[in-house]
């Protein structure tokens, strides 16, 4: 796998930021849319009577030797004034507005699509039902950490693995098939026996067993079967199966000429078991089985690989 450098883990503290950054044996996982105005009515005015002819007056002519007596005249017939009713004012309808104002038809009822509730689990969930989902996950010896009701990365990795053990879609999210898995409580067998490490490379999962017994079982990812070149050399990354012994355990973040190995367990020259921050479903590494770092810290913690184990890796 390379030259590597040792840091011893009291320098851990200050090395450990360089697990976010990079990948351990192989590339990283690149892992709520005018009215109208009617018109006034119009009124005629009533027409004005004619004016009245006033009577003519008497003209009396005197006379020097007798008093002639004035001729009776007919006074002048005044034409009486025409009686002229006053027209009648005309009452005239009000003009019917232009347009008829209709009444505003009541809002049709939109038909609304009915949600479903999603049923299913997945990273970022919290509540009873991941808490339940852990527990389950963890009875059958998925390793998780601590069951807390939250679907964090760990829960993930133990639902891949799962998923794995089952042979359906590895996707991380717990939806009918995974819980029908779950339910009929689904786990590998040991395929060697005895006590150690087993690597299954077609369903990429490592088992830890002790006395023939499957106590844990880890999404791990091993090598993806591309060509790489080290040191001028082409090679496949490719993970040798076989049975090995553990012998070489690094208690630190490890620098190799292909990235970056967080405690590792070397078993077969420069293959080991080892931390990343990087553990995707599928292989994806130079050759290493890669755990999270957090399994691999289980692993130191348990002594479940010590100098000296037995690690069988087959397909």
């Keep these: 796998m390379g030259t590597r450098t040792t840091v011893r883990w009291g320098a851990w503290a200050a090395s450990a930021v360089l697990i976010a950054v990079l990948g351990g044996c192989g590339s990283p996982l690149t892992g709520a849319p005018a009215d109208t105005a009617a018109a006034a009515p119009t009124r005629s005015s009533p027409v004005a009577p004619p004016t009245s002819t ?51 038809e009541p809002p049709t009822a ?77 786990r590998p067998a040991s395929r060697v026996g005895g006590t150690g490490v087993e690597i299954d490379l077609d369903r990429q999962l490592l088992l830890i067993v002790r006395g023939g017994s499957v106590v844990r079982i880890l999404n791990t990812s091993t090598g993806n079967g591309e060509r790489y070149v080290s040191r001028g050399t082409e090679k496949t990354a490719r993970t040798p199966t076989g049975t090995f012994r553990v012998y070489r355990m690094v208690d630190a973040l490890e620098e190799g000429e292909l990235g970056t190995l967080y405690r590792p367990a070397y078993y077969d020259r420069g293959f080991a078991v080892h931390g990343s921050p990087s553990v995707p479903p599928w292989p994806a590494s130079h050759g290493c089985a890669r755990v999270t ?16 184990t037995t690690v069988s890796v087959y397909r």
């Design 54 to 104: 006033s009577p003519t007056t008497p003209t009396t002519s005197p006379s020097t030797t007798q008093t002639t007596p004035p001729p009776t005249s007919a006074p002048a017939t005044s034409t009486p004034p025409a009686t002229s009713s006053p027209t009648a004012p005309a009452t005239s309808s009000p003009t019917a507005p232009a347009t008829t104002p209709t009444q505003p």
């Design 293 to 308: 770092n957090a399994a691999m810290d289980s692993i130191w913690a348990n002594g479940f690989m010590t100098v000296g």
């Design 110 to 186: 939109t038909p609304t699509q009915t949600v479903k509730p999603r049923t299913d689990l997945r990273y970022g969930d919290r509540g009873e039902r991941v808490l339940r989902l852990q527990q389950r996950l963890s009875d059958l010896g998925y390793w998780l950490g601590k069951p807390d009701g939250h679907f964090g990365g760990l829960t993930q990795q133990a639902v891949f693995a799962l998923q794995k053990a089952a042979g359906i879609t590895r996707d991380g999210i717990v939806g009918p098939r995974t819980m029908a898995a779950l339910d009929a409580g689904i």
